[in-house]
């Protein structure tokens, strides 16, 4: 679906630039004597291109799922069952007592703060007679960034069974990814007086609209803690070894990953500078929120989704250079 919104944008500025190329000169309304009284009206293109600072509170969302711990009940330590080959070893060890948590209620160990490069581009026009506003319809994709955590889920947990009460537990490992594409509709505000941008001034502008966020996640999860492997619905996701520790095998096709889908919201701030009658320099920072990404579990052959954590409130913060050509 991404692809298709992709390749309608650029239709749409093909078929604006030839007209915008075509008819520069004669903007506005004609007066007499084949003079033009100039409206202020506009085509606006813009390319852009800058760093994006990313930040998101990570959330569990693995749901109920019990985790079996040996507890030795004079240090309170916590081993899952899977540590141990045989009972026995676990009483050698003076792990006796088993208990029973809910890996879904830990709390993720790190939150989301990545840097990633990004590039987009918008077209549009300058409103007749009001030109101190634009409307664009924009494009931006953010690039792939890693979410690496070992562990992924770190805290207190409540246990019960023989021994009740708080452990501190560790579990599972994650290697993960995200790219973002947004599709945006935005409105601006130039700072200047006049139907016509000055040259050689700094035009201060703001902004702010609406967008369609599409981001692809991939994840590859580790159970090194031997915690996910005592739960049989893991056994959709991959198969034990000879120690009984599942090992998870994703898909290699990442398109078998469900793509996480939200309404953004978007804001700009800026300033532009007039290097020619039709060119400007153009700095922006663009501010971009998702109310949340989500990371899939998924089975190899595609076929089996575990919704496992997300971003929560992800914040785009994306610092960005380029030019905007209006005729």
């Not at 749409?12 to 007499?32: E, H, T």
């Not at 981001?215 to 120690?243: A, E, F, V, W």
């Amino acid at each position: 679906m991404m692809k298709l919104y992709k390749s309608l944008f650029f239709i749409l500025l093909g078929s604006i630039v030839s007209p915008a190329f075509a008819g520069w000169q004669y903007n506005g309304y004609y007066v007499k004597d084949g003079y033009y009284q100039d409206d202020g009206s506009r085509f606006t293109i813009s390319l852009r291109g800058g760093l994006s600072l990313a930040n998101a509170k990570m959330e569990n969302k693995v749901g109920n799922l019990d985790g079996y711990y040996y507890i030795n009940p004079t240090t309170g330590a916590a081993v899952s069952l899977r540590y141990f080959a045989t009972e026995a070893d676990a009483d050698a060890a003076g792990f006796t007592d088993i208990a029973v948590g809910n890996i879904g209620s830990l709390p993720a160990k790190e939150k989301f703060s990545k840097t990633a490069f990004t590039a987009g581009g918008s077209i549009g026009f300058t409103v007749p007679n009001h030109p101190q506003w634009r409307l664009e319809a924009g494009y931006d994709y953010i690039s792939e960034t890693e979410y690496n955590q070992v562990p992924l889920f770190v805290g207190p947990m409540q246990v019960n069974g023989e021994w009740n009460g708080t452990i501190h537990v560790s579990s599972s490992g994650v290697t993960s990814t995200v790219a973002t594409d947004v599709i945006s509709a935005m409105a601006y505000y130039d700072f200047f007086d006049g139907n016509k941008k000055q040259l050689n001034q700094i035009i201060p502008y703001v902004g702010l609209g609406v967008g369609y966020a599409s981001s692809r996640t991939t994840m590859k999860l580790s159970d090194i803690y031997g915690d996910l492997s005592t739960d049989s619905d893991m056994l959709n996701y991959g198969t034990p070894d000879s120690d009984g520790i599942i090992q998870f095998n994703p898909p290699s096709d990442t398109s078998k990953y469900p793509t996480s889908t939200n309404v953004a919201a978007l804001a700009a701030i800026g300033a532009a500078y007039g290097i020619s009658e039709y060119t400007f320099l153009d700095f922006s920072v663009r501010v971009m929120y998702i109310p949340e990404i989500k990371w899939n579990l998924v089975s190899n052959d595609g076929s089996q989704h575990r919704e496992w954590f997300t971003a929560k409130d992800m914040l785009y913060t994306n610092f960005m250079l380029g030019l905007r050509f209006e005729f």
